[in-house]
């Protein structure tokens, strides 16, 4: 199959690359051209494990290619997917724009019948709209199907998900076109659940909605079982072994984070108020997660009173290990809350740090190891389980810092380790 992608952001970009790594010829486009020069000479623009060696072997194939121009790169294809951002608006819905402006793009290019099929998550209904937006710009002659493929990749992890995903979602309201798709991702050996348009929009929003739920569950219920003096990943391995409950995204920390679940929990809230329904259970996952993002904050002030005048390490800025994103990671408000109260905020990450300098507060000083951003703090806080920050000599805590006193809001170490070692250990949901 001859397909395009238009927009090389991490979802267009790991399904560019690995529709072609299964044999597709494929043709990503963007519209930057810097970064198109990089990935031509196989230099991913994300941090992604695996993503650059696939590059490289599907471009020296012959079967990938990148290209800034919207005629090239729509020449002779059969499929479009369209994989371009839905940012937040102000009041937590999608913007549509860029989705917009790729349908006028595809419209103003295609010289034959063509599938479009949407990757990038969009409110329900989305399809349909970009389906009459392109009948009314595209020649009569031109036929055009529209088919919803929502991702479930996860950042960090995406070319392993690729190959050993659960499930590809197709919605479409024309069954060849359903058929064609369905024969696009057979390759991948993936169990391909085929539904409406509409359906397979709405298992997109409802499945990360219900991951959050998860989170935000099991982060009160860390909450309740600190008072009580239980432990959380108990509660959550008992919880776990029942198969309706099951044991992933019950890991208690300090919230979620990223560019899926704060926009997509937001976006589908608003999308039920447009239509009259008031989400509560899902405005109380994000209320829950508000909080939580701040938890180590208020362990501090209970420990030390005031933070003013504090030196406080961070070790892990991302919003989650293994990837450089920042977006609406825990560290951006903790350290601005840090900052206001007059604390001295010392951080370290493995590969964030670039990406952190454009979102956090100018007064953080960066370091390049986990030993110089503990030199002398009065505390630290654990925000991300990286392995280097997991798998740490605990003695550097006692050696480095002005006192040992670790706020761990990944539950990185076990508790039993932890007290072989004068440290004063606060981690979530766990008896100190
Ligand atoms: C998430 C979903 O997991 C993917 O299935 C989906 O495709 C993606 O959003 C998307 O919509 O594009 P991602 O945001 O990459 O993927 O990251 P996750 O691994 O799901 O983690 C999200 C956040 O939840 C992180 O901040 C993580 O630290 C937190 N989390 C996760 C917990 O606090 N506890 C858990 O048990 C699991």
């Not at 937590?92 to 010289?111: H, K």
């Not at 709209?129 to 036929?143: A, F, R």
């Amino acid at each position: 199959m001859k397909i395009s992608v238009v927009g090389t952001g991490y979802v267009g970009l790991v399904t560019g690359v690995s529709l072609s790594h299964i044999g597709h010829y494929v043709t990503c486009i963007d519209i930057d051209e810097t970064k198109v020069e990089k990935m031509r000479q196989g230099i991913s623009p994300i941090y992604e494990p695996g993503l650059e060696e696939l590059m490289k072997e599907n471009i020296q194939a012959g079967r990938l290619f990148f290209t800034t121009s919207h005629q090239e790169g729509f020449r002779d294809v059969d499929v479009i997917y369209i994989a371009v951002g839905t940012p937040e608006k102000e009041d937590g819905s999608a913007n549509l724009s860029y989705i917009e402006q790729a349908v006028r793009d595809i419209a103003a290019n295609i010289t034959k019948d063509i599938i479009v099929v949407t990757k990038s998550t969009v409110p329900v209904g989305t399809n349909h709209y970009i389906k009459e937006l392109l009948i009314s710009l595209v020649p009569k002659h031109i036929n055009v199907e529209v088919v919803s493929n929502p991702e479930f990749l996860r950042e960090g992890s995406s070319v392993y998900d690729t190959f050993h995903g659960d499930r590809i979602v197709i919605g479409a309201d024309s069954e060849e076109a359903a058929k064609v798709i369905e024969e696009i991702n057979k390759p991948f050996g993936i169990p391909i659940f085929k539904t409406d348009i509409k359906s397979a929009e709405m298992i997109k929003y409802a499945s990360n909605a219900f991951l959050a739920t998860k989170i935000s569950f099991i982060n009160e219920i860390a909450n309740i079982c600190e008072k009580l003096g239980a432990d959380v990943e108990s509660v959550a391995r008992g919880m776990g072994m029942d198969k309706r409950i099951g044991s992933m995204f019950l890991n208690a920390g300090i919230g979620y984070g990223g560019s899926c679940f704060p926009k997509d929990t937001k976006a589908l809230t608003q999308i039920a108020a447009n239509l009259d329904h008031n989400f509560e259970l899902l405005k109380a996952v994000i209320k829950v997660n508000n909080h939580q993002q701040r938890i180590l904050i208020d362990k501090a002030r209970e420990r030390f009173g005031s933070l003013t005048g504090k030196r406080i390490a961070l070790l892990g800025l991302a919003f989650k290990p293994n990837t450089d994103d920042m977006r609406e990671a825990a560290s951006i408000v903790i350290s601005k809350e840090l900052i206001a109260e007059g604390a001295k905020v010392v951080a370290y990450d493995p590969v964030a740090v670039e990406n952190a300098k454009k979102v956090l507060p100018q007064e953080v000083i960066y370091t390049e190891s986990i030993e110089d951003a503990l030199e002398n703090a009065d505390m630290v806080f654990i925000l991300t389980e990286w392995s280097q920050i997991k798998e740490l000599d605990l003695n550097i805590y006692v050696q480095k810092m002005k006192q040992p006193i670790v706020f761990d809001g990944r539950n990185c170490y076990s508790i039993n380790e932890v007290q072989q070692y004068p440290i004063e250990y606060h981690s979530i949901g766990r008896k100190p």
